[in-house]
């Protein structure tokens, strides 16, 4: 299973989305600093993921989320009270 998932940082309410096939662990990873892209802005808060059997489908999803603003904003208009304010 491949997950896509939207972390928010604790710290400055930023978002960070990322893709892996071990979730548990890669929260773990970035919570102990041991990502470059987001060692500087921890604690991290798991606000949000999808399970996908195909890896190819979820790290589609997590580009398009990515790079599409449009895709990024429905999401958080879904999650409008999840988000930290």
Same mark, same amino acid.
């Given at each position: 299973?491949?997950? #896509? &998932? #939207? ?7 930023? /978002? &960070? ?11 773990? #990873?970035?919570?102990?600093?041991? *990502?470059? *892209?987001?060692? %500087? @802005? ?5 606000? &949000?993921?999808?399970? &996908?059997?195909?890896? #190819?489908?979820?790290? %589609?999803?997590? @580009? *398009? ?7 990024? +904003? +429905? /999401?958080?208009? +879904?999650? +409008?009270?999840?988000? /930290?304010?």
């Amino acid at each position: 299973m491949h997950f #896509v &998932y #939207v972390l928010q940082s604790m710290k400055d309410k930023n /978002l &960070y989305i990322g893709c892996t096939n071990n979730l548990k662990q890669r929260i773990e #990873v970035h919570n102990k600093k041991g *990502s470059l *892209s987001t060692k %500087n @802005k921890t604690p991290w808060r798991l606000i &949000y993921f999808e399970g &996908y059997i195909s890896k #190819v489908d979820a790290f %589609n999803r997590e @580009k *398009s989320l990515k790079l599409h603003a449009q895709g990024l +904003r +429905r /999401l958080k208009e +879904r999650l +409008r009270n999840t988000f /930290l304010a």
